[in-house]
Structures are given as C-alpha cells and as structure tokens.
Nanobody, 115 residues
C-alpha cells in the first residue's frame, strides 16, 4: 500500500523560505518520477515541479528561479526547497507520482505566505 506523507509547511512572510518533504512508503521509490503539486480553493491542482530518477528536473514557470526539487533515494524522500516566497504561493502542497495517481493523494501540507 502506497503512502505519501508531506511535511514542512507553515506560515511565513513574503521573501522567506521553506523546505517541504515527502516520504514515500510501499512503493519502489527510486525508479519513479515524482512530482510536487499545489492547490488553492476553487482552483485545479497544478504541477509545480517534478524530478526523475536520472536527476531530470522540471519547474513551472511561476516558480522557476525560486524553487528547487531534489530527492534522496536512500530515504525514499523528495524535497521542495522554496525561496523568495510570495503570497501567490499560498496553497496546499502535495507530492505524488508523475503523472499523478488519484488513489495516492495524501493530506498535503499547507503553505501560507502572508505579511
């Protein structure tokens, strides 16, 4: 049974940083491409970043230059380092496969950027 647990969210001021973590269990973590997604009320969930098992990374234009995605296969963990946060980054952040599997969405972690 696949379980994804996100953590690291919180309330920060504009310009500050956060690092999100996603620990995966019950899956062959190292061979998969992983994605970070975010969702705000009334909007569809959107892809923020993804990382392959070969180190390939993708960042959405809205976060390019501010966010980085990384993974630690030994720890079955994928990270999202977020810097220079903006109010528009406020959302619930989720990890999942890329492309995502509906049955694997976890609780997510709330990120709120506000002064």
């Amino acid at each position: 049974q696949v379980q994804l647990v996100e953590s690291g969210g919180g309330l920060v001021q504009p310009g500050e940083s956060l690092r999100l973590s996603c620990i995966a269990s019950g899956t062959i973590f190292r061979i998969l491409m992983w994605g970070w997604y975010r969702q705000t009320p009334g909007k569809e969930r959107e892809l923020v970043a993804r990382i392959g098992n070969d180190g390939y990374t993708y960042l959405a234009d809205s976060v390019k230059g501010r966010f980085t995605v990384s993974r630690d296969n030994a720890k079955n963990t994928v990270y999202l380092q977020m810097s220079s946060l903006r109010p528009e980054d406020t959302a619930v952040y989720y990890c999942n496969y890329f492309p995502p599997r509906d049955e694997f969405w976890g609780q997510g972690t709330q990120v709120t950027v506000s002064s």
